[in-house]
């Protein structure tokens, strides 16, 4: 089993920034992509960035430009620093983590921009 933890999350004024950061810990052998989903309320959930344990990333058409995710394997961290915020990126933020073909979830972290 591996247990996610986000944190970083908070309100902020459009325009601003946020650093999301996510640890990975229990069971930990391999872990191969990890990554950043988001639910704004009555809609649901979507992919914002993932990014493998040899560095190669994606990113959500919505946030490319503004959003950048970086990892730590040593750590077993994945990080989200986010830029320009606006206030559609009002959502609750979940780290995602894949080991041998099974998806994790951490609890999600609240990000609120206001305008």
């Known amino acids: 089993q591996v247990q996610l933890v986000e944190s970083g999350g908070g309100l902020v004024q459009a325009g601003g920034s946020l650093r999301l950061s996510c640890a990975a810990s229990?069971?930990?052998?391999?872990?191969?992509?990890m990554g950043w989903y988001r639910q704004a309320p009555g809609k649901q959930r979507e992919l914002v960035a993932t990014?493998?344990?040899?560095?190669?990333?994606n990113y959500a058409d919505s946030v490319k430009g503004r959003f950048t995710i970086s990892r730590n394997n040593a750590k077993n961290s994945v990080y989200l620093q986010m830029n320009s915020l606006k206030p559609e990126d009002t959502a609750i933020y979940y780290c995602?983590?894949?080991?041998?073909?099974?998806?994790?979830w951490g609890q999600g972290t609240q990000v609120t921009v206001s305008s």
């Open positions: 995602t983590a894949d080991q041998s073909r099974i998806d994790y």
């Open positions: 990014i493998t344990r040899f560095g190669s990333t």
């Open positions: 229990g069971t930990i052998f391999s872990i191969n992509v």
